[in-house]
C-alpha cells in the first residue's frame, strides 16, 4: 500500500508538469500567430512554358518570388499594380522578381513578353499575411519546351537558322512611339506665348505635351501626347511642322492692327500615331520626324502644330527645340 501511494504520488506531479508544458506551448503559439508569425511552405518548380496555360503562382507579403524565363524579358504588365509589385531589369534579362504590395489576401495576373514574342500568363495569388501554412513558390522556372521525340534536333536546327538570319533594326519612329505611350503624366501644355496674348482667343480643344526630341543629320525626330479636353469626340488631324517669326514691328504698333505673326510650313518626313478618334478625356500619342533648317532668326521658333477636324482654325502650337538635347 504505501509503495502504490507513492507510485500515485509521482504520476501525479508527471501529469501536472506535462499539463503545465503543453500549456506553456500553446501559449507561445498564440503569441506567435498575433505576432504574425506563421509557418510557410517554399516551394521550387519547374514549368514548361506554353502561351495555351496559365500558371498559378503563390505569393506572400515580405517575401519576393523569382521567375526565370527561357528568353530575354521585353515586357511586363500587372493586371493590379497597387496590389503587386513586378521588377526587372536589363542587367538579369531572363528574371522577375515579384511580390504582393498588400498584406490582405489579394489576386491579379501577370503578363510576361519574350523578345521571341512568346507571351506567359501567370495568375498571382496572395493568401495575406495572416494565412497558415501557405505555399510559397520561392522559384518558378520556366523551361522551353522540348520536342516529343528523343534526341530531336529541332531546336538546334532553329537555332542555326536564326544565326543565318539577318539582324532586324528596330523602326525608330516605333521606338520613341513605345516610349513616349508609356509616359504615364505628360506636361501638358494650352499653346505657346503667342497664342496666349490674344484675350479674346476660345480655350482650345486640345493640350498637348512634347516628349522626346533627337537629332541626327540634319532631320528631328519628335514624340509628344495629345489630350481631347473637349466634352465631345474629335479626330486629331496629322501632325505639321512650322517656323514661325513676329511680323514688322512697325505694323505691331498700330492700334488698328491685330499681333502680326508670320509662318512657313516645314515639310513632313514621315509620323505616326496611335490613336485619332478621341473621347472626351482620351489621349494619343504621336511621333513625327522632318528636315529641320540650317539656321533661323533670333526671333524664329519651329512649331509643332496640332488641331482637330472640327476646329483646325484653332491649332494647338508647341514650341520645338533648334537644338535637341544631347546633339
Known sequence: MKYRKHSLIAISIVLAATSAFSQQIATQASADTAAGVQNIQPIVSDVTASQAT???VHLRPLFTTTIRLPDIVSSVAIGAPTLFEAEHSNQEPRLVY????????????????????QTISMRLISDGSSAVNAPVDFIVDYKPQQSFFVGSTDAVVKAAQESRQPVRHLDPLDTALDVQSRVATPAWQQGTTLERKSKKADPCEIVGALGETRQSAGKMLVAYSVKNRSSHWIEVLPPQIEVSSPGNKNETKKKDKKHIVEAEQVPVDSFKVNGR????????????????PGFKQSQERILLQLASANSVDKPLLLAVPFVAPGN
Open 277 to 292: 478618334k478621341l473621347a472626351p478625356g482620351q489621349r494619343a500619342d504621336g511621333v513625327v520626324t522632318f528636315e529641320r
Open 54 to 56: 496559365v500558371t498559378d
Open 98 to 117: 515579384v511580390k504582393p504590395s498588400t498584406k490582405e489576401p489579394s489576386e491579379s495576373n501577370l503578363i510576361i513578353t519574350m523578345q521571341s514574342g
